[in-house]
Each structure stands twice: as structure tokens, then as C-alpha cells.
């Protein structure tokens, strides 16, 4: 994964999450913050989090297959953290088509 990337997911972390990103970047690190927060927030209660599962747009289906598991906290944060990948891939390719549109051409 590039370092672009794990910047804007640390940013997300941060902004979304209130949480402190590690200073060595990767995906383990990453999840591994968003599957304590998620026991905190599974610790609330259900309707805190399944608000929340429903905010940042976790499939419900996804979401099911998971629970249960013996490590549900971990597969969670793992959907969370691909999630939150999907939308920054999204928006940098949204990006990319904004500055291949001819500057003649935008409005």
C-alpha cells in the first residue's frame, strides 16, 4: 500500500475516529487502533454501534458474516479499515478524473 494512502487513513483515523496514529504506518498498526476502538464502542452498547456501523456504510450482510467470529472486534476494524480504503481510493480517482477533464471543458 502506498504511503498516500496510509496518510489519508491516518488523517481519517484522526479526524473520524479520534485516534492517534502510530508513527510507523501499516495496515496491522491501523487496525489494530480501530479494533480497540471498536470494543469501546461494542462496550456502549448495540445501538451505539450498529449507529455507527450504519454511519461509515458497513453492508449488513458483511457485517453478519463476521459476528460471532472468534475474533469479531478484529474482523470488524478489518471491514472498517477496507471501507475507509474504498472511500480514499474513490476520492483519489475522483481526483485524477477531475484533472483529466480539458480546463476548456469545465465549468
Do not use: C
Not at 456501523?53 to 458474516?65: S, V, W
Request: aromatic content about 6%.
Amino acid at each position: 500500500m502506498n504511503d498516500q494512502i496510509l496518510q489519508e487513513m491516518a488523517i481519517a483515523l484522526e479526524s473520524e475516529w479520534q485516534l492517534e496514529a502510530p508513527q510507523m504506518l501499516s495496515e496491522e498498526a491501523i487496525i489494530t487502533l480501530l479494533t480497540d476502538k471498536i470494543l469501546a464502542i461494542i462496550q456502549q452498547g448495540p445501538n451505539a454501534f450498529y449507529r455507527l456501523m450504519y454511519r461509515i456504510d458497513i453492508p449488513e450482510k458483511r457485517l453478519a458474516k463476521v459476528l460471532g467470529n472468534d475474533d469479531t472486534a478484529r474482523e470488524i476494524a478489518r471491514l472498517v479499515y477496507n471501507r475507509q480504503l474504498e472511500k480514499i481510493t474513490s476520492r483519489q480517482q475522483h481526483r485524477q478524473q477531475q484533472n483529466d477533464i480539458d480546463p476548456d471543458m469545465k465549468w
